[in-house]
């Protein structure tokens, strides 16, 4: 799903990222290609589901990091939604 041009005043951002990933690289690599496809899933899932609430969480996954944020939508400004929303889609 494409991300709108990005242009706010009020965002809250979220990075994540998969732990000790580089060690499970050097021991396991299958394990670490199995990890980053569970995180990949689970994470466009939520995005997914997500996606026509208000305020939407937006985010994308460049190896094992994921980078999420909710915006200053059209008619939604309420900061601590916006916080919570986040904060949702992050557990």
Do not use: W
């Not at 990005?6 to 690289?25: E, P």
């Not at 994308?60 to 980078?67: G, K, N, S």
């Amino acid at each position: 799903m494409p991300i709108s041009e990005f242009c706010s005043n009020s965002t809250f951002a979220a990075f994540q990222d998969i732990s000790v990933f580089k060690k499970l690289m050097r021991s396991d690599r299958e394990e670490a290609a199995r990890s980053l496809g569970k995180f990949y899933s689970a994470g466009f899932n939520v995005l997914r589901e997500n996606r026509n609430f208000n305020p939407r969480v937006e985010g994308l996954f460049v190896t094992d990091c994921a980078i999420l944020f909710v915006r200053h939508e059209q008619g939604f400004n309420d900061d601590k939604e916006k916080l919570r929303t986040i904060l949702r889609v992050i557990k």
